[in-house]
């Protein structure tokens, strides 16, 4: 049986967390995300519970880091923003779901 690690030193562990990701806003838009190939925004306004103000930050945010992409168009005259998850993203979260995982005490 193997040594487990001590918690105190699993939890300097959390110090390296990816804080995009650790906040829970973004995080339930990137769990989101993952579950489909794409969404518009009101899918995720819907599914998340957030204000429009809330979840359009939380994208701009998550954009910049490059963990989601956006596409803005229009359907008619009405305009529709698309997102999906980019690789890094999903690598990111990911990362971040092992480095939790660690902390709690379990294996990769």
């Known amino acids: ?3 487990q690690e ?7 562990g959390l110090l390296e967390l990816d ?3 650790h906040e829970p806003a973004r995080h339930l ?12 925004f009101v899918f995720l ?9 809330n979840l359009s930050c939380h994208l701009a945010k998550l954009e910049e880091a490059g963990y989601v992409e ?3 168009s ?3 005259k009405v305009p529709r923003t698309v997102l999906r998850l980019t690789s890094a993203g999903r690598e990111a979260l ?5 480095q939790m995982r660690t902390f709690m005490g379990h294996r990769p």
Do not use: C, N, Q, W
């Open 70 to 72: 956006v596409r803005k």
């Open 45 to 53: 306004l819907h599914h998340s519970g957030l204000t429009r103000g």
């Open 74 to 76: 229009f359907v008619g």
């Open 6 to 12: 001590p918690a105190a030193d699993r939890g300097r």
């Open 29 to 40: 838009i990137l769990d989101l995300l993952e579950a489909v190939e794409e969404a518009d």
């Open 94 to 98: 990911h990362r971040y779901r092992a």
């Open 1 to 3: 049986m193997a040594k």
């Open 19 to 21: 804080r995009l990701v």
